[in-house]
């Protein structure tokens, strides 16, 4: 089958040539050769790297979590009480979602700049001298929320819309009180689109370098940067490879624990 | 509290969404603004100037990156909705499992990050010898689109029932006629919807590029990203703009038009016991 072919030609061949990279070192003209070295492995158990590694997924984490919370209340306002303009605010929060990732990035470093927009209006006012945003993880975090929440909003969305909602009736007639009708009806509804909504969430931010890029400074680097730098600027490819080896392994191990966990967590509840 | 029933607006979430579209359009609307600004400020609205703009299109480099964007999005756009929808007729026929697991293994650039898919994609073309240019960056883009082709065209082809192409074949027509005649055309939505998807995607994407391109020309997006890093400007602002706009007209497009096509389609679709919404 061609596609099949296509996608191994391209797809599959192009990591193997990774992994075996990874086994490689970089020559003294700075070609990378292939090889059988678990040097760059272990050249990658390091605290600098493990600091930094350490770093992303706690920023990929915070990223989830702030996505859900930003998420939910946007998904559920929408679903249950966007009436006839239902369609017409999703489409308005995925148009600017699909339309550039870099331009939407250098829009807050624009906003968020010293000589930015935010920053004038606070010393024009006579509030504060000026905040620097920039460079800070708040900033980096605030970014890869940006990017990445409409990957929440969509399948929280889906499962809200495909809810029955007369359970939400039911349950208030039932328990009483909204807030314990969301914790015993409508979030465990929801729980396979939320389930879902994370993981899309944290593959694409784990990975990301444009917005410590862009919004943060080296102390607020990814792996993703250091990635990046090893196969632009510092020219290590083997530890680049390495690198990416060591982070696609990390995140395979995540998945299969995460998906167990929630695939037989929703098979109990249905 | 006794009364909280459906009908009342929750007003956290409400006043929580209202807060996500100012946070969500305030930057776009503020790079769209400064971009007609007369003066170098990012902050103080001189006067309105096109100066920006003029200046884009008298930028010979800058022209040739976005003709650059522009062609490798419309190849990437047609060869991953060539092999993106093959492979949604494959996966819909096959049944036995180690198929299914090759199934499997092409959608798997969806869960990939990109930065792994870029990398990969850099070393497999150097490694085989191709030099890098905007005709490796097409090829990383074909790749890493299918996938989306697929999976719009697959849940389109869920929806239909697959009696309709049976009572072609027994009327007379080759499995080729049978495609050509009756699944084609009632896919026409979904064809048209993911290639504009695709279309958008590939036109703005930064990461597989930034790591499959050449010297030069080099796609918008790439030469947008060198420039940022140096520092912000208005010029910068009005490319981002038109970017803006391009793909989301085009984003727009992939929306309403398959529906258009749908509803013109739907007395068809009613006939064929196809999805009726």
């Not at chain 1, 359970?167 to 009180?177: F, N, P, Q, S, V």
Request: positive net charge.
């Amino acid at each position: 089958m061609v596609p099949t072919a296509w996608m191994v030609a391209f797809f599959v061949s192009s990591m193997l040539v990774v992994v075996l990279l990874s086994f490689g070192h970089t020559q003294a003209d700075g070609q990378p050769v292939f090889g059988t070295t678990p040097a760059n492995f272990a050249a990658l158990w390091d605290p600098v790297y493990l600091e930094l590694f350490l770093r992303s997924l706690g920023y990929a984490l915070a990223t989830v979590v702030l996505s859900v919370a930003v998420a939910y209340p946007v998904a559920y306002a929408i679903a249950l009480h966007g009436g006839r303009y239902k369609n017409a605010l999703i489409a308005a929060i995925v148009v600017p979602f699909f339309a550039s990732y870099l331009i939407r990035m250098y829009a807050w470093k624009a906003l968020l700049s010293d000589d930015g927009l935010v920053n004038s209006g606070l010393r024009k006012s006579g509030l504060s001298d000026g905040i620097a945003f920039l460079n800070t993880p708040w900033a980096v975090v605030g970014g890869l929320v940006y990017g990445f929440v409409v990957f929440m909003i969509l399948p929280v969305y889906a499962s809200l819309e495909r809810m029955d909602v007369s359970l939400i009736e039911a349950g208030k007639d039932l328990y009483h009180g909204p807030l314990r009708t969301f914790v015993t009806v409508t979030l465990p509804a929801t729980r396979a689109g939320l389930y879902g909504g994370m993981l899309l969430v944290f593959l694409p931010a784990l990975g990301d370098f444009v917005s410590a890029q862009l919004l943060g400074g080296p102390r607020t680097y990814m792996i993703g940067n250091l990635i990046q730098q090893q196969f632009a600027e510092g020219q290590n490819w083997p530890l680049g490879s390495a690198m990416t080896v060591a982070m696609m392994g990390a995140l395979t191990v995540l998945m299969v624990v995460y998906l167990r966990a929630t695939t037989t967590r929703t098979r109990e509840r249905s | 509290m006794s009364a909280g029933r459906l009908e009342r607006k929750p007003f956290l979430a409400v006043a929580v969404t209202v807060a996500f579209f100012a946070w969500l359009y305030l930057p776009i609307v503020a790079v769209a603004l400064f971009s007609f600004n007369s003066a170098k400020s990012l902050s103080v609205f001189s006067g309105f100037s096109t100066r920006w703009y003029s200046d884009f299109f008298s930028n010979s480099a800058l022209l040739e990156s976005l003709s650059a964007s522009l062609r490798i999005a419309t190849v990437a756009a047609l060869g991953s909705l060539v092999l993106g929808t093959m492979l949604a007729l494959g996966l819909e026929r096959i049944t036995s499992r180690p198929a299914r697991a090759v199934g499997a293994v092409t959608l798997m650039p969806l869960v990939t990050p990109e930065i792994v898919t870029g990398v990969a994609a850099l070393l497999l073309f150097t490694g085989v010898g191709l030099k890098l240019s905007l005709s490796t960056v097409t090829l990383a883009e074909i790749t890493f689109s299918i996938a989306y082709v697929t999976v719009i065209v697959r849940g389109r082809l869920g929806s239909m029932s697959p009696e309709v192409e049976e009572a072609a074949r027994d009327l007379g027509c080759t499995p080729w006629q049978a495609l050509r005649l009756v699944t084609l055309p009632a896919l026409f939505p979904a064809l048209l919807g993911s290639g504009l998807l695709v279309f958008a995607l590939v036109f703005d994407d930064f990461v597989l590029a930034f790591f499959t391109t050449g010297v030069d020309p080099q796609p918008l997006p790439v030469r947008i990203y060198s420039s940022i890093r140096f520092g912000i400007s208005p010029a910068i602002n009005a490319v981002g703009t038109l970017m803006l706009l391009v793909s989301g007209l085009l984003i727009v497009a992939a929306l309403l038009l398959p529906r258009l096509f749908n509803r013109k389609t739907s007395s068809l679709d009613l006939i064929t016991g196809g999805e009726r919404r």
